[in-house]
């Protein structure tokens, strides 16, 4: 099984700020794809095939990353990024998840 | 509009079963791979079941293999998971999600909260 290590588990970034969020895999795999879930809600597609945005998803983000490193960057965080971001592969089975890194707001 | 509405959640004690149900619309059920994925209190996704178009494959790991069924009825556009055995590392929220290229969930249930408890 493939593990996704996160980091950081959690960050606080001022509105304006850029932050980027890193998962590592135990492996190499082809594609990261990336999940943003707000308190309360259900996880939604973010990010897919390492660097496409899914639809509706804001321009200042971005993906990037290859083999065993991959990471989620915000150009510019606003309030309304502040939540959970979970990457995940399936490179191989079982489909697996990295632990989350919680963005809040500073 | 792509909906999935998860239903059957509830209190259950050790051992016993429960089965959720998952109404999808807004997309042709019969032509997308469908899947279960949870999250216990407080913690991160854990991926459950995947099930083929026709239903005639399914995946599980290993932490739920010869416990849960995962199955489908596309006439209903219904997606399916039979738990039995239930254990109490088994209480999470669990989300109905359907697949793309069989390999990312693209849209997410609300979730169902099952407890397992004496």
């Known amino acids: 099984e493939i593990v996704l290590t996160q980091s950081p588990t959690t960050i606080a970034a001022s509105p304006g700020e850029k932050v980027t969020i890193t998962c590592r895999a135990s492996s190499s795999v082809s594609y990261m794809y990336w999940y943003q879930q707000k308190s309360g809600a259900s996880p939604k597609l973010w990010i897919y095939?390492?660097?496409k945005l899914a639809s509706g998803v804001p321009n200042r983000f971005s993906g990037s990353g290859s083999g065993t490193s991959y990471s989620l960057t915000i150009n510019t965080m606003e309030t309304e990024d502040a939540a959970t971001y979970y990457c995940q592969q399936w490179s191989s089975t079982p489909p697996t998840f990295g632990g989350g890194t919680k963005l809040e707001l500073k | 509009e792509v909906q999935l509405v998860e239903s059957g959640g509830g209190l259950v004690q050790p051992g016993r079963s429960l089965k959720l149900s998952c109404a999808a619309s807004g997309f042709t059920f019969s032509n997308y791979y469908m899947a279960w994925v949870r999250q216990a209190p407080k913690k991160g996704l854990e991926w459950v079941a995947t099930i083929s178009t026709s239903g005639s494959r399914t995946y599980y790991p290993d932490s739920v293999k010869g416990r849960f069924t995962i199955s489908r009825d596309n006439a209903k556009s219904s997606l399916y998971l039979q738990m039995n055995s239930l254990k109490s590392e088994d209480t999470a929220t669990y989300y109905c999600?359907?697949?793309?290229?069989?390999?990312?969930?693209?849209?997410w249930g609300q979730g169902v909260m099952v407890t397992v408890s004496s």
């Open positions: 095939d390492t660097s």
């Open positions: 999600a359907r697949q793309r290229w069989e390999t990312l969930f693209d849209y």
